[in-house]
């Protein structure tokens, strides 16, 4: 059977060469958004950091709220995805990231407009910080998209399509077996979205051996390709626990 993953793949491939998208609805189900959010402040590169290299691919990184929520639900500044008023977190979108032919990324490609309320609105189920929202725009949204209606447009439909592992079983297992391996996270993923291989999914954990995020890469029609060497992750024989929250 075709995974929504799957099935989004040609609305992206249009995407790719649309400069316009309609809005849709992120995650409404799973996540009460309160009726007046802040504005974001402006995002600005440092001198230097502005790099306009050709895009040749994308990263869809995926961040892990449990862990990053992990001893961060009294802190303001992660108040929206920690302090559960909108909801527990899973998974939540990082950012969908222009990729170069080597490590040189590009990144704050031109001035970035401040996100209307609208805006954040309808992306705040997806990723769930305001001013993570601004950041992701303007320093990778730039460089692939005029207009962030197009950005956030590609961001959740990748998003929305991923058919996410049973990680509460995943780190139940992990916690009684101690055997899970990055390798079978990994192939969780795979078999739980057709088309994509366990070659275009790469697995950051922290020093203490805690998933972190998953990075599927995806070429320049947004299909998932093998990662290139450049992109780095865990190795796939390491240990990984997956923290569920309290």
Known sequence: MWSRFALALPALALLATSTSHEPVLAQAWQCRPPASL????????????IRRTAVDGYILALSWSREHCRGRENNPD?????????????????????????????????????LSRKMVAQNICMTPSV????????????CMARKPETYFGAARLLFDAME?????????QGEKEGNLTVARLTEEFALNNDGLSEQAIKVKTNRRG?????????????????????????????????????
């Open 38 to 49: 802040p504005r974001p402040v402006p995002e600005i590169a440092k001198p230097g950091e």
């Open 78 to 114: 992660d108040a929206l995805q920690c302090g559960r008023t909108m909801g527990e977190f899973g998974f939540v979108l990082h950012g969908l990231w222009p990729e170069a032919k080597g490590p040189n990324y590009p990144q704050w490609c031109r001035k970035a407009e401040l």
């Open 131 to 142: 001013q993570l929202l601004q950041h992701e725009w303007a320093k990778h949204g730039t």
């Open 164 to 172: 996410f592992p049973d990680m509460e079983r995943l780190s139940l």
């Open 210 to 246: 805690w998933l972190e995020e998953v990075h599927i890469c995806l070429d320049k029609k947004f299909k998932p390709r093998a990662c290139p060497n450049f992109v780095r992750g865990a190795a796939d024989n390491a240990q990984i626990k997956i923290w569920r929250g309290t």
